[in-house]
């Protein structure tokens, strides 16, 4: 076990068992270094019993303690229990939790959260529907509002366990309560969630987040979504004033591909979202869409547009979605600086045609799928005359 850490700008412990009994104890001496705190809750199950070894490891930003036969997880818990005092810098924490719990770990939860909720910045959770209603509801109620969340990134997690309907409205209902009781100082939002589960109803009531700058979200494409992105655009809408970055994943699941073209030409045409520099759209799906691909007028939608990503899967840009795109983004003389996209075919005629639409960019990555080149000396006259 290391606990001298020379040079640790940032240090994180991820929550294994340690290599010896004996190191176990020494392990608060660590506990001034940490400022992110990493639980995987499956390498605690059965804790009266010893853990399987893994591998001890550790990196630069990265303190490893990992598993041994002889120290079992309770001791590992207990110790960090004790040493929660000492987590002076602690103000990130990271939980990826399944479906078993033990009491002694959700005893765990409690003290650490209740020890750090007042100067935390940062909670990352993944979890599967029920766990994260239930850690939601168990745990971090009654601890909310931590006043210093600045960051909150919400995964749920693929489960075998059957949900109803109604465990999805629990869920909403839990997600909307702790996010409104720390909405003054959220600045970042991260939710995503499978292809499968639609939880677009905490939208509807989550209002006006007063310090939000940045958003990630995972759509899911579901015949059900349809009357619920009224709930999104209405969020989007309270939030534009602050709002800048947008980040929209949008995944469909084995279904036709009109929810997501009704996404892209009745949505987000109607937002205006006047400060939103950055935006990142990735449309997933399993079949090449029916129609163009095609995004609002950035004159109205985001006018002071600076980064634009746009990812495809399976399918890339064409000539005619390139050409949509880039006479968009030229209109008023919109001050682009970085483009990343995805195009079909990649040709010297591309290079000219952006470095002319967008002369003020300053980076450019372009995943291509085939290119079209005569030869390596074409290739370098093109990266001559486009970096000139």
Same mark, same amino acid.
């Given at each position: 076990?290391?606990?001298?850490l020379?040079?640790f700008?940032t ?8 290599e010896?009994?004996?190191?176990c ?5 660590v ?13 605690f ?5 010893p853990?399987?070894p /893994?591998?001890?490891r550790r ?7 990992c598993?041994?036969?002889s120290?079992c ?7 960090l ?6 987590l ?6 990271s ?11 959700s ?7 209740s ?9 990352s959770? +993944?979890?599967?529907?029920h766990?994260?209603?239930e850690?939601?509801e168990s745990?971090?109620?009654a ?7 600045e960051y ?8 075998h366990?059957f949900f109803m309907?109604?465990?999805l409205?629990?869920?909403c ?8 009781s720390?909405?003054?100082?959220? /600045?970042t ?6 292809a ?7 939208f509807?009531?989550l ?8 958003l ?5 494409m579901?015949?059900s979504t349809?009357? /619920? ?10 939030n ?6 947008l %980040?929209?994943?949008?995944?469909r ?8 073209q009704?996404f892209?030409?009745d ?7 006047p400060?939103l520099s950055e935006?990142?759209?990735?449309i ?6 029916? %129609? ?8 109205h ?9 746009i990812?495809?899967?399976?399918n890339?840009?064409?000539e005619?979605?390139?050409? +949509?795109?880039?006479?968009n983004?030229s209109?008023y003389?919109?001050?682009?600086r970085?483009?990343?996209?995805q %195009? ?23 995943t291509?799928?085939?290119p ?13 005359n486009f970096?000139?």
């Amino acid at each position: 076990m290391v606990i001298h850490l020379p040079n640790f700008s940032t240090s994180s412990l991820i929550l294994y068992p340690v290599e010896h009994a004996s190191c176990c104890h020494r392990a608060p001496l660590v506990a001034p270094y940490i400022r992110r705190l990493d639980i995987w809750s499956h390498c605690f199950y059965h804790l009266d019993y010893p853990t399987p070894p /893994r591998a001890f490891r550790r990196t630069r930003s990265l303190l490893s303690l990992c598993s041994s036969k002889s120290c079992c997880a309770k001791d590992i818990l207990s110790t960090l229990t004790e040493a929660l005092p000492r987590l002076h810098q602690l103000d990130h924490i990271s939980l990826v939790l399944d479906e078993m719990w033990d009491p002694v770990f959700s005893d765990f939860l409690s003290d650490l959260l209740s020890a750090r909720g007042p100067v935390i910045r940062k909670l990352s959770i +993944n979890a599967t529907v029920h766990k994260v209603n239930e850690l939601l509801e168990s745990h971090l109620a009654a601890l909310s509002p931590f006043p210093g969340l600045e960051y909150l990134d919400l995964k749920l997690a693929a489960s075998h366990d059957f949900f109803m309907e109604e465990d999805l409205d629990d869920l909403c209902d839990a997600i909307t309560t702790f996010i409104k009781s720390n909405k003054q100082s959220l /600045r970042t939002l991260i939710f995503a969630d499978p292809a499968f589960i639609d939880v677009s109803n905490v939208f509807r009531d989550l209002g006006c987040l007063p310090s939000l700058k940045r958003l990630e979200l995972s759509i899911p494409m579901l015949l059900s979504t349809l009357p /619920r992105f009224e709930y999104l655009e209405n969020f989007l809408t309270l939030n534009a004033s602050t709002l800048e970055c947008l %980040v929209l994943k949008c995944r469909r699941f084995l279904l036709p591909d009109d929810t997501t073209q009704q996404f892209l030409f009745d949505v987000l045409p109607r937002l205006s979202l006047p400060v939103l520099s950055e935006f990142d759209i990735g449309i997933y799906s399993y079949t090449k869409p029916r %129609v163009p691909f095609h995004l609002p007028s950035f004159v109205h939608f985001a006018p002071n547009i600076k980064t634009l990503k746009i990812q495809f899967s399976p399918n890339y840009l064409n000539e005619e979605d390139i050409t +949509n795109l880039l006479r968009n983004l030229s209109e008023y003389g919109l001050g682009l600086r970085s483009l990343h996209i995805q %195009v079909q075919d990649l040709t010297p005629d591309l290079f000219l045609h952006i470095s002319s639409s967008l002369p003020g960019l300053t980076s450019l990555r372009i995943t291509y799928a085939q290119p079209r080149f005569d030869g390596w000396e074409t290739v370098h006259q093109v990266f001559t005359n486009f970096a000139s």
